[in-house]
Each structure stands twice: as C-alpha cells, then as structure tokens.
C-alpha cells in the first residue's frame, strides 16, 4: 500500500510507511521520525522503537518473517518481525555486487544477443555525463522484495552519481548486482512476484516508458504509456500472481485541476495490453492503491473520503448470435499507443501515434495470431467492456470506455470480401443528475432499440441499478439516445448474460443467486414512438430462478429439452467447478461455451470435453476456450502464453459430416472428411443402403477423378461407424443416446470393398470411360482378391496408345510393378508385357532378351517356360504336355522335379502308353516314400 502525503508540512510528523500482518492481526506504522508503531486489533497503539537517523521507507517481506528500513543515513536496516537488528550496511558504495563477477562472461551485456545491431553494441560505452534525474521524481528510496522473499532491491539516488540506481540484495543484506545507468530512471519500484522483472518507470522528453531490469541490473524491454505529457506516476504494483501491473498516475487537466486514475496492464504473447482505466472525478483524488495479497484480481483502493474494492476477471468478449451470418468475431481490450507509418513519397515516411483501443478479428473467415489483429477501432479513452449485439447477424458491437461513453458501431461488412472496417453509429453519454459517474459496467446490447448497462450508485445502500437506453435512428442509420431508465436490484451485481438466441436478460447477484429480467418489447417500441407512454416495460423478478451452491464469475444460458423450453444456466467458478443449474457437471473446468447443440468446457486434466457426447480431445495445459463457431467445425483455444490455436474437434466434424450424408449432401461429406482426415469409408457405412441406391448421385455430385479414386482406394471391409465413430444421436429435440442407429445395424462387410467397387464402376462404365478409367482400374486393383488380370485385359481394349500408357502408369502407381509384368506375362500377351515394362521403368537388359528368347519357342513351350518363370509349375506341365511328343521325356523330367505326379496323372489318363510311364514313375517316388501299399496299387493298375 502507499500513502500519498502531498500538502503535508511537517514531514517528521507524517507516515513513511504501513504494513497490515495477516497473521499477527496487527497494523505496523513507520513515520519519517524514525517511530515504529504496532496497532493491536484492540485499537491499541504501541511504541515497539526509533530509529534514531529516522526512517524513509520500509517493507516487509512476503513471508513476513523480515522488514526492511531506509534510514536517514541512506542505509538499509534488517530487522526481524519482532524488531530484532539483523544487520545494517550503507546504500551507496562503489561495489557491483558480490555475484557478478562471472568467469565466462554470462548474464554480462557483453554476452547477450543484440539482434541486427551486432556485438558491437556490447563494445558501445555509455555516456552518462548527460543522464539526469526526472523532474517527477519525488526523491525518495523505495524498496522492493522478490514473491518468494530470497531477495529485495532498492532504488534510491545515489549521490556521487547524481542518478537514480537500483541495487539487488540477498536476503542476508549482502549486495549482489547493480542497474546499469539510466537516464531519467523514476522513483516508481515494484519486483514482480515471479521473480523475472524488476519494475520502474523512465520519462523522456517524447515518450513515458515502464521499464524492465533482470535481476542482474540489465534493462529487460519495456513498452511505452498511452500518456506523453502533462501527467506523472505516483506508483506501480504487481498483482500477486503477476498477471496484471497497476500503474497510479496523475494527469494534469489544466494549470489548476488535476486527476487521477490507476490503470491495469496485461502481457500476453509479449505485448502489453491496457485492460482498464479506473478515473477519478476531478474533485476527488484517489490517496491509495494496492492489490488483494490473497485474490489475485482484487484491486483496493482509497480516495480522499471513500474505500474502493473491485473484483475483476478475464472475460473474452465474443459474438454469441447462433446464425451463419455471425463472423465469429473477437474483441480484445488494447489501449496502447500504437505507431503507425505513413508513406508520404518513396523518400519520406512520416510516423503518428494512434489511441488503438479495440482489437477485433472474425475467426469465421480469418486466423490472426495475437497481438495482431484483423481491424481496430479508435477511441479517445481506453475500453473497459465490449458487447455484440444481434444486429447484423450478431457483428455489430458498442464499446464502454473508461469516462463512462458508450460508443455503437456497425459492423455489417464482416463477411465480405474484402471484410469492411466497422463505422461509429453513435456515442452517448449518461449524465447523472447527481453526477455520479462512477463505475458504469458490462453493458449488453440487447437489440437496436435497446442497450443495459450496470451502475453503483451512490444512494440505496451502494446497491446496483441497471440502466435501459433507448434508442431510435433516423435515415442514414445514426442512432440516438431518446432515454433512459434506472432499475434498482436491490443487491450488488457480480455478472449480467444476455442469450440473444433466446431474447432473455439474466443476472447473478454476488451470492451466486441468479435473476431474470423480463423485457416487453412491444411496449418498448411503443415507447420510443411515444415517450409518453406510460406501460411497464422492464420487469426485475423478485424470486430467484437458481442459486449456484458458489459464486460464478462466468455464467450463460440456454435452453434443454425436446423442444427447447427448459432453461438451464451454465456458471464456472473460481475453484475450477462447472455448474448446469444446481447440477456439478465438472470439478476441474477451465473454460466452457455453449456451441448450437453441444456444451464445450476445458478441464485441468488437459482435455476439452462435449457434452451430451463425452467425447474429449486432447489440449495443451491451461488452454482455454475463446469460441465456437456457430454452424461450422472448428473451436479457438488460447493457450496460456496467449497464441490462438484452431482445432476441429472430431466430435464436431463427425456431426457435419453425418448431417451431409443425411441430406445426400456427398460433396460436402466427402470435402468434410477429406479436410479433417476422416475416414472415407463413413461415406458408405454411415448408411449402406441409401449409398448403394444413390451411387450415380455420389459420383454425380463427388466427380472429380483423384476424389472417386481416393475413396475406392481408402474401402475396406470395415465397419468405421461401430469400430471409430459410434453413432451418437445429436438432435437437440431428442437429446442424446450411445445407441447406434438402425441404418448399419449389423451389416455383413465381408463384401463391403467388392459391392461397392462394382457398384461405381458400373456408373463410370456407362458414364464416361475414357475420363473414369484410373478410377475404373481402381474398382478391379481394391477388390479382395484382386482382380488383376481383369485390369489388364480392361485395358488391353484400349485403343489409343497414350491413353493406355497413362492408364497404365496409374495400375503401376496401385500395383508393384514387377508383379503387374508376372500378371501381364501370364496373360502370354507380349505387347501388355512390353507396355508394363516401359513404364515401369525396368531395365531392359532385365527383360528383353529374355522376351526374345521366348518369342522363339512355340506356342505351348513358351507358355510353358512363362509359366514355369512364374512358378505357376501346374500350369507349366500343362503346357508341356501340350506342346508335343518330343517334349515328353521333358515332361517326365519336370513333374518328377516338381513332384506333379497326380497332376500328370489326370493329364495323360487318355494316353494308355504315357500313362503306364508316368505310373511307373509315380511307382518309384512312392516306394521311395516307402508308401508300399499306394505303390503296390499303382503297380496293380499299369499292368491291368
């Protein structure tokens, strides 16, 4: 906490310094006088010491066990929590610090990387003969400790230097690094909790800089305030989980008025964000600022009569308008100063700065990696909530900015191509009679007549009001504030959700009690048309729909049931748990959204889950959901360093794909599946018959020869949707069931592959052969066995050579090559041979000869020897047989050798004299087997 003590006189009178010990329950004041006061719980003052060279500053350290002091003398006083002197030693000395001095060099500037500048920047002395202090400095010390208490620094004026030096120490006291010089460093000092940063402040004569040191004292980056001139910093301040750095400033409005505000910043992906901007009224200053040391995003604050909590939470403003229309849209929350370049000539550029407040990208027709962005919006004064309305097919947006304007834009370009920019349709201002403008807040577009926001007022126990603008437009679209209505609640408000599906308005009270609001929009219209109509128009029940069993700080509703009529309200808490209703449906959520007809949610285990579906998929840790695109596949995550990543859940794919196939959409089903690698044999399994019936529909509507070949080729008797993709029942009238439908039941795939590749290749036979021919070789190649010979003989029909030449080139790129020349062989067709062997590239040294050599025999000798090439050694001795008596003692040779005797048998039965001979034979080989008996018989049979 900090003390603004600005006005006071007696400054050895004044407070330096105030800690409040959680676990003692006690205050620990420090005044510049050097007293150390203990305030007990019992309001009871005690004086526990002085430090007699009086005291500039103190800090405690996280774990409360050690508290620091800045002397009088400019020296550093270690004590324990009971006052006990640890150690004491002088600021200002000539020493580094004890860990520099490193052998190798690391962690030295001479070692870093310098990027396009090279390593002479590391040789570059520093001239700081014109470094000097800033003029905002308020000159006093200030010390910093590390989240885990080993370490603390301070940044005091060092007075041999004339500049501002932050010095780095152990817990024990002992000097470890010293900042490198910088010229106008500020007084501002804040250790990041995670230990990474230490944090201050440079003010130059152009720009105004939060600057970051390692803990070696070098300058780790920086990024520059919205605020130029005319302004200062009072302090800066972590959160304790080091999410968000606070930043108390004042800005001068003119010579005699002054302002302050604290605003919050966020990095992600390594771009500094300004989240939000909270203003004080000019006539009230705001006197402290300090961070929640247990809820990371609650901000207390004082002002010179009040007390200030708020709670934040990160909140991802996103167009929720089911339609196919919606862009998808995102907004992100971007209030810093951005440069932009102008090209005045080829010579020349000239730079400005713009105020970028609103980031905006539609993720339904582009992917833009933060911090980039697809458009901003500018405003005068930094965002502070963003809503989409159901205009425009959910894209138009208003903006609530930190003075408490709203600011309506239409957004009605989002999908064409090229996307438009969006326009300003108007700005409004509330003026409160009682010019209480303090904490406008989540503002809900409702529709274009109408527009709610939140409003602490002042009056009725600081309860919440919610406020209804009404709007009218004339005839170039501009809107216009015709009213506005206050709405006591009669509580304080934790969350509004507006579900422009449904046209309902809820909201949770801060005891998780959640509320409708009741809109009459016909009496509304009527309103607007008539400011004299007097008719109850909005309507706050009194009895609570729902009260979670713990607070949510992110709700939303939607609609159940077989007609959609049962209102269910989704709330995630803090503690990671999701809640339908009073039902636990999570206790390890991260994020959720509600997409048409699935609950999506994250969880700590890594997954994304789908309700009613239960099917999950694997993520990154800590991602969480950003959106889900209505009417299409895909879903954002972000992940924890704050890039996007697009993923098609399979759940979500399979749902399109099965919707496609139920309205004979093929293409769509097949593009669906062929994009997210589904596999194509869905097409058929999702239902056999209807495929089967609509096989010239399929081939109509797929058409393109490398699709029809990719699905022919991808068959196999299998059943995908039992063994990968159970069918599950999405319709939301019917809920959901595990059950398979009757479409498959249990059909017999054993012929799945060759039904299918004769159905499609009867359509392509009579459509257009020549076109469908590699698909047609494909309906022969896939068939189980495969029908080779038939391809080949198919394409031995053909009667344009080139043609046949491609064909042929497919079956090779199907088929192994040499096995498709064995096939083409045993057809004894030597020109389908010599077409298989050129293209597949053999050698021909590897075959022609040998083809030569077979072109010389005659006809059954050469198919004799191609079969016995092939070891087809049946057929072979068929062929022998054939060829002619003189082959004969050949013959006997061969079916002994290869053992055909029963074969040979059957073939020479007509021939009494060859028959006896090959008994005689099969005789020998059987008494050989010493298989008498069989031998004996045969015998019996030659001589009878």
């Known amino acids: 906490m900090w003390s603004n003590d600005e006005g006071n006189t007696d400054l050895d009178s004044i407070i330096c310094g105030m800690y409040f010990s959680a676990y003692d329950q006690v205050i620990c004041i420090a005044f510049h006088n050097g007293d150390i006061v203990i305030v007990h719980s019992s309001q009871q003052a005690e004086l526990v010491g002085s430090i007699e060279s009086k005291i500039q500053s103190m800090e405690w350290s996280p774990d409360e066990e050690l508290v620091t002091f800045v002397t009088g003398n400019d020296t550093i006083l270690v004590m324990t929590k009971d006052f006990d002197v640890i150690t004491e030693f002088p600021i200002n000395v000539d020493e580094a610090g004890e860990a520099v001095s490193i052998s190798v060099g690391w962690g030295k500037k001479e070692t870093q990387f310098h990027g396009s500048v090279g390593k002479s920047a590391a040789q570059n002395k520093v001239d700081v003969s014109g470094f000097t202090l800033s003029p905002d400095d308020d000159l006093k010390p200030r010390i910093s400790w590390i989240g885990d208490g080993s370490m603390f620094c301070c940044s005091i004026i060092d007075p041999n230097k004339g500049l501002r030096v932050i010095r780095v120490y152990n817990r024990e006291g002992l000097l470890q690094y010293t900042s490198e010089p910088v010229d106008k460093l500020e007084h501002v000092l804040s250790w990041r909790p995670s230990g990474n940063l230490i944090t201050s402040s440079q003010k130059l004569a152009d720009k105004h800089e939060i600057i970051f040191f390692e803990k070696n004292g070098l300058r780790h980056g920086e990024f520059m305030l919205r605020e130029t001139f005319a302004h200062k910093i009072i302090e800066i301040v972590w959160n304790c989980d080091s999410s968000v750095l606070a930043i108390w400033m004042e800005k001068n409005i003119s010579d005699n008025e002054h302002s302050t505000c604290v605003q919050l910043w966020n990095m992600n992906n390594y771009h500094w964000y300004l989240k939000q901007e909270i203003q004080s009224q000019s006539d009230v200053r705001i006197t402290s600022v300090s961070w929640d040391p247990e809820k990371a995003l609650r901000l207390h604050y004082t002002t010179t009569n009040e007390y200030h909590c708020l709670d934040f939470c990160w909140e991802v403003f996103s167009a929720n308008t089911i339609s196919d229309q919606n862009a998808a849209s995102i907004a992100v929350i971007d209030g810093t100063l951005a440069t932009v370049k102008?090209?005045?000539?080829?010579?020349?550029?000239?730079?400005?700065?713009?105020?970028?407040?609103?980031?905006?990208?539609?993720?339904?027709?582009?992917?833009?990696?933060?911090?980039?962005?697809?458009?901003?919006?500018?405003?005068?004064?930094?965002?502070?909530?963003?809503?989409?309305?159901?205009?425009?097919?959910?894209?138009?947006?208003?903006?609530?900015?930190?003075?408490?304007?709203?600011?309506?834009?239409?957004?009605?370009?989002?999908?064409?191509?090229?996307?438009?920019?969006?326009?300003?349709?108007?700005?409004?201002?509330?003026?409160?009679?009682?010019?209480?403008?303090?904490?406008?807040?989540?503002?809900?577009?409702?529709?274009?007549?109408?527009?709610?926001?939140?409003?602490?007022?002042?009056?009725?126990?600081?309860?919440?009001?919610?406020?209804?603008?009404?709007?009218?437009?004339?005839?170039?679209?501009?809107?216009?504030?015709?009213?506005?209505e206050n709405f006591n609640l009669?509580?304080?408000?934790?969350?509004?959700?507006?579900?422009?599906?449904?046209?309902?308005?809820?909201?949770?009270?801060?005891?998780?009690?959640?509320?409708?609001?009741?809109?009459?929009?016909?009496?509304?219209?009527?309103?607007?048309?008539?400011?004299?109509?007097?008719?109850?128009?909005?309507?706050?029940?009194?009895?609570?729909?729902?009260?979670?069993?713990?607070?949510?700080?992110?709700?939303?509703?939607?609609?159940?049931?077989?007609?959609?009529?049962?209102?269910?309200?989704?709330?995630?808490?803090?503690?990671?748990?999701?809640?339908?209703?009073?039902?636990?449906?999570?206790?390890?959520?991260?994020?959720?959204?509600?997409?048409?007809?699935?609950?999506?949610?994250?969880?700590?285990?890594?997954?994304?889950?789908?309700?009613?579906?239960?099917?999950?998929?694997?993520?990154?840790?800590?991602?969480?959901?950003?959106?889900?695109?209505?009417?299409?596949?895909?879903?954002?995550?972000?992940?924890?360093?704050?890039?996007?990543?697009?993923?098609?859940?399979?759940?979500?794919?399979?749902?399109?794909?099965?919707?496609?196939?139920?309205r004979f959409d093929y293409l769509s089903a097949y593009m669906t599946c062929r994009k997210h690698r589904i596999d194509l044999n869905i097409l058929y399994d999702h239902d056999p018959k209807s495929f089967l019936n609509n096989v010239e529909l399929f081939v109509n509507q797929v058409e393109k020869v490398e699709y029809l070949n990719l699905f022919l080729s991808s068959l196999r008797n299998?059943?995908?949707?039992?063994?990968?993709?159970?069918?599950?029942?999405?319709?939301?009238?019917?809920?959901?069931?595990?059950?398979?439908?009757?479409?498959?039941?249990?059909?017999?795939?054993?012929?799945?592959?060759?039904?299918?590749?004769?159905?499609?290749?009867?359509?392509?036979?009579?459509?257009?052969?020549?076109?469908?021919?590699?698909?047609?070789?494909?309906?022969?190649?896939?068939?189980?066995?495969?029908?080779?010979?038939?391809?080949?003989?198919?394409?031995?029909?053909?009667?344009?050579?080139?043609?046949?030449?491609?064909?042929?080139?497919?079956?090779?790129?199907?088929?192994?090559?040499?096995?498709?020349?064995?096939?083409?062989?045993?057809?004894?067709?030597?020109?389908?041979?010599?077409?298989?062997?050129?293209?597949?590239?053999?050698?021909?040294?590897?075959?022609?000869?040998?083809?030569?050599?077979?072109?010389?025999?005659?006809?059954?000798?050469?198919?004799?020897?191609?079969?016995?090439?092939?070891?087809?050694?049946?057929?072979?001795?068929?062929?022998?047989?054939?060829?002619?008596?003189?082959?004969?003692?050949?013959?006997?040779?061969?079916?002994?050798?290869?053992?055909?005797?029963?074969?040979?048998?059957?073939?020479?039965?007509?021939?009494?004299?060859?028959?006896?001979?090959?008994?005689?034979?099969?005789?020998?080989?059987?008494?050989?087997?010493?298989?008498?008996?069989?031998?004996?018989?045969?015998?019996?049979?030659?001589?009878?």
Request: charged letters at 20%; aromatic letters at 12%.
């Open 342 to 484: 102008n090209s005045l000539n080829h010579q020349n550029l000239m730079f400005h700065l713009i105020n970028v407040s609103v980031n905006l990208t539609p993720f339904r027709v582009m992917n833009v990696p933060p911090p980039m962005f697809a458009f901003s919006v500018q405003l005068s004064n930094p965002a502070s909530c963003v809503t989409f309305s159901p205009n425009n097919g959910g894209n138009d947006f208003a903006v609530l900015e930190s003075n408490q304007q709203i600011t309506l834009f239409e957004w009605s370009g989002a999908l064409e191509r090229p996307i438009k920019a969006p326009t300003i349709i108007e700005s409004i201002q509330i003026e409160d009679p009682n010019h209480d403008r303090r904490i406008m807040r989540q503002i809900i577009w409702f529709n274009r007549s109408v527009i709610f926001f939140l409003h602490s007022s002042k009056e009725l126990n600081h309860y919440d009001n919610l406020v209804a603008i009404y709007l009218t437009y004339d005839e170039n679209g501009k809107a216009k504030c015709v009213s506005y």
């Open 490 to 662: 009669k509580q304080n408000v934790l969350k509004l959700n507006f579900n422009p599906n449904n046209k309902e308005l809820w909201f949770e009270s801060i005891h998780g009690k959640i509320f409708k609001v009741e809109i009459y929009m016909d009496r509304i219209e009527k309103f607007i048309e008539n400011i004299n109509y007097k008719e109850e128009k909005i309507k706050i029940q009194d009895d609570v729909f729902i009260q979670f069993p713990e607070v949510c700080h992110w709700i939303s509703s939607t609609r159940i049931g077989r007609e959609r009529t049962e209102n269910v309200i989704i709330g995630l808490s803090e503690n990671n748990k999701l809640y339908g209703n009073h039902m636990l449906i999570s206790a390890e959520c991260t994020s959720f959204f509600v997409h048409n007809t699935l609950l999506l949610f994250t969880t700590l285990s890594n997954v994304i889950k789908f309700l009613p579906l239960q099917a999950n998929l694997s993520v990154e840790r800590g991602s969480k959901i950003i959106c889900a695109v209505y009417f299409d596949v895909f879903l954002l995550l972000q992940m924890p360093r704050g890039n996007l990543e697009t993923v098609h859940p399979r759940v979500l794919v399979l749902a399109s794909v099965r919707e496609s196939l139920d």
């Open 718 to 944: 299998e059943d995908v949707v039992i063994t990968m993709y159970p069918k599950v029942i999405l319709d939301p009238k019917y809920g959901s069931s595990d059950n398979n439908t009757n479409n498959t039941g249990m059909q017999d795939v054993s012929t799945k592959v060759n039904s299918v590749c004769d159905a499609v290749r009867g359509i392509l036979e009579s459509k257009n052969s020549t076109k469908y021919l590699q698909s047609i070789i494909t309906t022969f190649v896939k068939k189980s066995p495969p029908e080779l010979e038939s391809a080949l003989s198919y394409l031995a029909k053909l009667k344009d050579i080139n043609i046949a030449e491609d064909a042929v080139k497919y079956a090779i790129f199907l088929v192994d090559a040499d096995k498709l020349f064995d096939i083409a062989l045993g057809m004894y067709d030597f020109s389908l041979v010599l077409l298989v062997a050129q293209q597949s590239q053999k050698d021909p040294r590897e075959y022609l000869s040998f083809l030569a050599e077979l072109e010389n025999y005659p006809k059954y000798y050469q198919r004799f020897k191609i079969d016995h090439h092939l070891n087809r050694y049946e057929k072979a001795l068929n062929n022998l047989s054939l060829a002619g008596d003189e082959y004969f003692d050949q013959c006997l040779k061969y079916l002994q050798e290869h053992q055909l005797y029963k074969p040979a048998i059957s073939l020479f039965a007509n021939n009494n004299e060859k028959y006896k001979k090959v008994m005689v034979i099969y005789g020998d080989y059987l008494i050989s087997e010493s298989n008498f008996k069989e031998a004996g018989l045969g015998t019996r049979v030659e001589f009878s």
